[in-house]
C-alpha cells in the first residue's frame, strides 16, 4: 500500500459533516422531472419497424 491510498478517518461523524456542508453552502433544490409531452393522436397508432418486419413471426430464444 503506498503512502496517502487510505483516506484520513473523520473527527466528526458523517451527518454533522453533511449538516454543516449544508449550512455553508445550502440545499439544492430538487428538479421538477421532465416528462416528454404526449404523442398527438395522428401519430399514437403508428406501427412501428420492428412490428412491421416480425409481426406475428417467432424469435430464436435469446435474441431480440
Known amino acids: 500500500m ?8 473523520l473527527s466528526i461523524p458523517l451527518d ?5 456542508l449544508d449550512n455553508i453552502f ?3 433544490e430538487s428538479k ?8 398527438p393522436e ?3 397508432n403508428i406501427q412501428s419497424s420492428f412490428d412491421k418486419l416480425f409481426d406475428g413471426k417467432k424469435l ?3 435474441r431480440t
Open 2 to 9: 503506498s503512502k496517502g491510498s487510505r483516506p484520513r478517518p
Open 16 to 20: 454533522e459533516l453533511n449538516n454543516r
Open 26 to 28: 445550502g440545499k439544492k
Open 32 to 39: 421538477p422531472r421532465w416528462v416528454p409531452p404526449a404523442l
Open 42 to 44: 395522428d401519430m399514437q
Open 60 to 62: 430464436p430464444n435469446g
